[in-house]
Nanobody
Framework: QVQLVESGGGLVQPGGSLRLSCAASGSIAWINLLSWYRQVPGKQRELVAA???????NYADSVKGRFTISRDNAKNTVYLQMTTLKPEDTAVYYCKALGGPWGQGTQVTVSS
């Protein structure tokens, strides 16, 4: 099973940008679906974005037009480019392979 480690979180002002990375312990080329989720304390984890092995993407309505998911199979890494960030984007962000385990996540805080 491929292990995924998230990084790139931090504190950013509203309107700012961040790029999250998710590095895999092995090849991701064969993984059909890779996704980013986020969770706020006391709320359910929600799907933010997903990408298939052929590059088809899907986004939550709340992030459409602001977030972009991508994958680099050569680097075994999945990215989440986040722009025009809002305070309501504050959460712990997780990446996940279909059928794989959850990682530790990376905290994103949007605040002035």
């Amino acid at each position: 099973q491929v292990q995924l480690v998230e990084s790139g979180g931090g504190l950013v002002q509203p309107g700012g940008s961040l790029r999250l990375s998710c590095a895999a312990s092995g090849s991701i080329a064969w993984i059909n679906l890779l996704s980013w989720y986020r969770q706020v304390p006391g709320k359910q984890r929600e799907l933010v974005a997903a990408i298939t092995s052929v590059g088809t993407t899907n986004y939550a309505d709340s992030v459409k037009g602001r977030f972009t998911i991508s994958r680099d199979n050569a680097k075994n890494t999945v990215y989440l480019q986040m722009t025009t960030l809002k305070p309501e984007d504050t959460a712990v962000y997780y990446c996940k392979a279909l059928g794989g385990p959850w990682g530790q996540g990376t905290q994103v805080t949007v605040s002035s």
